[in-house]
Structure formats: C-alpha cells, structure tokens
C-alpha cells in the first residue's frame, strides 16, 4: 500500500488566537503552490485557513534571510503572567524595542471614517489631559533613552486643544523625530495652524498624512466623504513651508489596490513628501462598507507596487529585519521630482548586520560607500544638503555629508495583523507600539485586538479562564 503525503509543505509552527472567541491556540505554517497559508484550530470553533502571503520566496526572505537579533527595550513594564498576547506590555518575552511609539492624545475626530482602527469620529469628544499624555512621553522615554520616532495620533491630534503644549512637551523630550497622524483637515483650512507648526521646526518633525486614494468614490468608502480638495490644500500648505511629509494609505482590496502606483508617482511630484507608507486594511474598531476579506498581504502589495509604479523592482523593496513578517521597504533617492531606487544596491548582509536596529551610516562603512557611490553618480554636490538625517522606525539613521533628507523617498508597507491572521511569533517581533498613561508599552496588533477600554470584558475574560487552569495545574 502507498502512503498519501499531504498536498502542501509543512514550513513551521506558530501560535495564533481563534478570530471567533480570541484564545491563544496553535498555528501551523503551511506552502502550498508558492503561496503560505496559516492553519488554525480551535477545540470550540474548529479549522481556520487563512492566506499569509501569496508568495512563498518572499516569505521565506523574511523568515531565512532578513533577520537579526532583537534589540531590546531599555526597561520592561509588565511581567509574564497570563501568556503572550494576554501579558502586554512589554513583557520580557517581547522581542524588540519601540521603534515607533504612538501617543494617542484624544479620540476626538472631525471625520466618521467608515474604517477606523481607534472607532473614533464625531460622537466622541475625549482629549486626554496634559498630564496622562506627558506621562505616556514619559512611559516611552523610560523604555527607549532616546526614542527614535513618536506619533501624536488620535482620534484626530490636530484638534486637541493643547495642541501645541503637548509639541512643545514632546520636542523637550530626547525624542528624535515626532510624526503627526492627521487626516490634514486642520492643515488644509488653517493656513496659520501649518505656520505655527513650521516654527517648530522643520527638521525632526514629519506630518503622517491619511492619503488613501486619487478617486473620490474611494475616498467616501473608506473616509465617508471626498476628500480630494482637502488632500490636494494640505499637501499645498505643507509644500509652502517644506514640511516633511509621509502619505498613508489605507490598501482595502477592489477599493484601491490598482492605484498604488498612481499615488506613488503623485507623491514623487510633491515637495514636502518624503515617501509613501501603505497599510493593508486591518479587522479592528470600526470597519463598515468594506468586506472583512479586504485584507491584502505584504507580497500583494509589493507586487502591486512593482506593477504599477514603473519604479521599483522586486529588489528594491525587501524585508525590514527587525520585523521581516509584516514590514517590508524601499528606499529611493528623491531629486527634483526623479526617483532613484537604492535597495537594489544594498547587501541583504548589510542591512541585516547593521550596527544596531536602527542602523547609523557612520558605523557601517560598506553602506556608507554605496550609497556615496550612487549618490556621486547622480547629483552635483551642490544640490546635495549637507546631511541625510533620520529617517523612520527601523530604517537606516543617517548622518553622511552631502545628503539630505529631502532626497531620501521611502516606500514602507505595514502590516497590522488581526484576529483572523495573527501569527503570535511575528507579533513578538512587532516594534510599533502605542504607550498608556499608566506606564505600558501595547504593541499595535494587540493594542487595538485586546487593551482597548471596549475589549477591557473580553481580556478579563480570557485571563480568568487562564487563570483557572493555572489554579487547576497548581493542584496536579
Ligand atoms: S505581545 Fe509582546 S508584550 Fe505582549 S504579551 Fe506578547 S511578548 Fe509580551
Ligand atoms: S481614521 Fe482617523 S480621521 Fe478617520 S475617524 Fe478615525 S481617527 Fe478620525
């Protein structure tokens, strides 16, 4: 008698969460026809497939080729108790620091966004208080020394009404780049808000500009209503006063995942913009007029981005080491409004063994002598500033004469995971987090999956249960 084999290639093990009753459970990686599938069962809600990335080389360059060793938080502030991802954070079983951390200061909005991972909008009128959010600063500067890059987000932050208080409180603190999350109204129809924003310096300061789409029709799906006049004014206001900016895009499958390429060529026409970051849909707080499979994979996007854009190639935008599952990158030297892709041109070794996550070019030579090569090959000096600066979250921070980070673009693709796709070792590895007032550090995913007030019943639940067979296991 011959004996079957299964029609797929059993790759690993994980851990998950069940997307129907959210406890933890085991995962298995599978590939089948060059794509990678996570299986799932749970003991209540039984099988779940769910499709992690369509292409299996890329994949495996995340898993095999772009790893390093994780950089640690200077202090952790929860201890283990209940198991990952009941324990955050971060807990001592964490595998990397905040490279960005994010300061929600309100869940005030002006928007109702059909797809909203905070459920903020207009019914709410919460701001935090100075305090919490000086103590949530505080929270990051405690785990990081220097925090290489913090978020004012919301709700909507412009609209708080210590606004700038709560700038002047970050820029007093060691922090070494702080990003606006906005959906730019704010920015758009107070030419003098953009103003005083720029007296804060245009340098260290980046205004994270929600940015989904060229299409109004788009637009009022995933935002409610046509923003284009709005995008176009901000984007005006901020190329007035250079200030650097980074388009957002919400990628929601049928919606406007044809479009990417469009956006990136717009974004290389404008000034201020350094870069684009694409972020597939992710299941949390409120997502109405959007299929819940909407979501897309890193890969799927990537390969949009390589066909779409007439720029980048496949080997310019590779797996971000720190966090290979769910970050992938590009770099491209930006002059005028031509884009110069440098990835190609770098080592996978090179971003891998880089002196730390966050990579300085003067202690990395071989990096630092690519890029001066290209950059010598392509621009006179006196187009060049005379630094090229930090640049986000886990990338390379550079400081090399004759860049600029104006000429720096950067394309990052951001996978939030949820419920459905959660891979736990990956979620270990995540390094956006959000901060609490009461001294924790929630990494993204299972910030909006369980630490949010509205899951406060769900996590005590699940922890009661746990702590039951603690008990139980106690008695054996
Ligand atoms: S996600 Fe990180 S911080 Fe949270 S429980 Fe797991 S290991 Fe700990
Ligand atoms: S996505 Fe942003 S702009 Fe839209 S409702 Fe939520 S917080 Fe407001």
Request: hydrophobic share 35%.
């Amino acid at each position: 008698m011959s004996r079957k084999n299964r029609p797929y290639h059993f790759y690993d093990t994980t851990g998950s969460i069940c997307s129907t009753c959210y406890r933890q459970i085991e995962a298995k990686i599978l590939f089948k026809d060059g794509k990678v599938y996570m299986d799932k069962w749970c003991p209540q809600h039984g099988t779940e497939r769910v499709l992690i990335s369509d292409d299996e080389e890329y994949y495996r360059l995340g898993r095999e080729v772009f790893v390093k060793r994780p950089e640690m938080p200077q202090t952790f502030n929860t201890r283990m108790h209940y198991g990952c991802p009941y324990d955050c954070g971060l807990c001592p079983d964490h595998m990397q620091h905040s490279c960005l951390s994010i300061i929600e200061i309100n869940e005030a909005c002006n928007l109702n966004c059909p797809v909203c991972f905070a459920a903020s909008g207009t019914h709410k009128h919460t701001h935090h208080s100075l305090e919490n959010i000086i103590a949530m600063l505080d929270t990051v500067v405690k785990n990081e020394g220097e925090p290489d890059v913090v978020q004012l987000s919301g709700g909507e932050p412009t609209l708080h009404p210590q606004f700038f208080e709560i700038l002047a409180a970050a820029r007093a603190r060691p922090i070494k780049h702080l990003m606006i999350n906005t959906n730019g109204i704010r920015i758009a129809q107070e030419p003098e808000f953009v103003a005083k924003l720029a007296e804060f310096g245009r340098h260290g300061l980046e205004i994270y500009l929600q940015f989904d789409s060229m299409r109004p029709e788009v637009l009022k799906t995933l935002r409610g209503a046509d923003l284009s006049r709005i995008r176009r004014q901000a984007l005006e206001n901020l190329n007035q006063h250079n200030l650097s900016t980074t388009l957002v895009v919400t990628v929601a499958r049928g919606h406007n995942d044809d479009e990417l390429g469009d956006i990136i060529r717009f974004a290389q026409s404008q000034p201020c913009v350094r870069g684009v970051t694409l972020q597939p849909i992710q299941q949390a707080g409120r997502q109405t007029g959007v299929a819940a499979d909407n979501r897309l994979t890193v890969s799927e996007i990537r390969r949009n981005i390589i066909q779409q854009s007439g720029i980048f190639d496949a080997a310019d935008i590779v797996p971000v080491p720190c966090n290979p599952d769910t970050l992938a990158m590009a770099y491209a030297l930006k002059v005028g409004d031509t884009l110069t892709p440098l990835t190609r041109y770098f080592e996978p070794q090179t971003l891998v063994e880089g002196s730390a996550n966050t990579i300085v070019f003067e202690h990395d030579v071989d990096l630092k002598q690519q890029v001066f090569k290209l950059f010598s090959t392509n621009h006179s000096p006196e187009s060049q500033a005379s630094c090229l600066s930090e640049l986000m979250c886990c990338l390379p921070q550079i400081a090399a004469p004759n860049l600029s980070y104006e000429n720096v673009f950067r394309i990052l693709i951001v996978q939030f995971m949820d419920a459905t796709n959660l891979d736990i070792r990956a979620l270990k590895k995540s390094c956006i987090h959000f901060a609490t007032a009461d001294g924790r550090m929630i990494p993204f995913e299972s910030h909006n999956l369980f630490y949010r007030p509205e899951q406060a019943a769900l996590l005590q639940g699940l922890r009661e249960k746990i702590e039951q067979t603690h008990t139980v296991w106690a008695q054996v």
